[in-house]
């Protein structure tokens, strides 16, 4: 479970920071959008407080993860924040992250979880590079501090959930970060890699510095394909498109069960990672493919996509049949492709037209798509 911490009161940015445009989407989005798309991430909790809770609930129906988040009212204090989210975790392990850090991305996350499994705690560091001097209150020089033995420390922070729990359901102590209170709590916590990019939100500077850091990295690491696919209609075919079945009379002839749409996207998302196309992957000379569906081809093809190193970012497909009417299945396909895509349903687009009884199309024997599908070949 990731748990995400979007209850502070931004004091020092002076207006809740967590909903400062970022991009395309406010901040807290980001953050949201990177662990519903990972696939170690099963669920999600957003801890918020009263003030931001309406805020809150309109971001997660705009990134179209309502249905896989559960929101979790926060308190005065950190702590009080985090015990809120443990309490409605379900999961064995736990991330914990605070919603002001809008880069994160997976191979943090996933670096956290491999460390975590040695002691049941483990924390993001970077090496301190300024030299770090302890004062008094008066602004003296009290002591110049060994730099070698120093770390600034970031989030996700992971955590085995019954360690962490009974941690705060023990001690009572003000931290600012989770680790801290797991140290108190007598736990050995794991350090691993943190990033630079994994920058916490403070001030106006910091918004600036994040949006020059997203357009360098999408430039690098945004990859586009595009997928075609065509097939015959015949008697006695079901008729399957993006995942949903389609009451007709006729339907796809395939070797598979001809799902141009999912064909099609696949195809692209291929395409954009540079590792050829369906036919290559999933050959219609092999029988092991005969009758496959073509959801089970997709989550096939995004499990290629990850050992290769890239992870769907979007889609938009172009149907394109004279009957049946297509209109009214197209929520349900983009839903399921977001699913297992592991995207948000806003990132996946789905249009239905026809071709005006022009060609084999427009005469009612075929049915085809189009697709384009963008990647992000993953940093680390």
Not at 68 to 87: F, Y
Not at 111 to 124: F, H, I, M
Not at 303 to 323: H, I, K, T
Not at 358 to 367: H, Y
Request: glycine letters at 10%; charged letters at 25%; proline letters at 5%.
């Amino acid at each position: 479970t990731a748990i995400v911490l979007a209850a502070g009161q931004s004091q020092r940015m002076g207006r809740d920071k967590l909903f400062l445009p970022l991009g395309d989407k406010p901040v807290l989005a980001w953050s949201l959008e990177t662990f519903a798309a990972c696939p170690l991430v099963n669920r999600l909790v957003l801890v918020v407080s009263e003030r931001n809770r309406q805020q809150c609930q309109a971001v997660i129906e705009q990134l179209g993860i309502a249905d896989r988040t559960v929101i979790a009212t926060g308190g005065p204090r950190r702590q009080d924040s985090t015990l809120a989210g443990l309490r409605v975790a379900e999961t064995e392990w736990v991330a914990v992250h605070d919603g002001a850090r809008p880069l994160v991305n997976q191979a943090l996350i996933e670096r956290g979880l491999q460390a975590a499994q040695a002691t049941g705690a483990a924390v993001p560091c970077l090496p301190v590079s300024d030299t770090i001097k302890r004062i008094d209150q008066g602004g003296t020089v009290m002591e110049t501090l060994e730099r070698a033995e120093l770390v600034a420390v970031q989030t996700p922070q992971v955590f085995r959930r019954e360690l962490l729990l009974a941690a705060y359901q023990s001690i009572d102590a003000d931290v600012t970060d989770d680790s801290s209170l797991a140290e108190a709590a007598g736990l050995q916590v794991r350090t691993f890699p943190g990033e630079r990019t994994n920058l916490k939100i403070t001030s106006p500077e910091d918004i600036a510095l994040a949006e020059a850091m997203l357009k360098k990295d999408v430039g690098q690491l945004l990859r586009v394909g595009i997928g075609y696919d065509i097939h015959r209609l015949v008697l006695g075919r079901r008729l399957v498109l993006g995942g949903v079945e389609i009451p007709f009379d006729k339907g796809p002839d395939a070797h598979s069960d001809g799902d141009v749409a999912i064909h099609a996207l696949i195809d692209a998302l291929f395409g954009a990672a540079g590792l050829g196309d369906i036919g290559q992957h999933f050959p219609p000379s092999d029988e092991r493919y005969r009758g496959a569906a073509g959801l089970d081809l997709l989550r096939r093809c995004v499990e290629l996509l990850a050992e290769a190193g890239f992870q769907p970012y979007n889609a938009d497909l172009s149907l394109v049949a004279e009957r049946p009417r297509l209109q009214p299945y197209i929520e349900s396909m983009r839903a399921r492709l977001a699913e297992i895509l592991r995207v948000p349903a806003g990132r996946v687009n789905v249009k239905a037209g026809t071709n005006e009884g022009l060609d084999s199309i427009g005469r009612g024997e075929a049915i085809a798509a189009q697709a384009v599908a963008t990647v992000i070949e993953r940093a680390g």
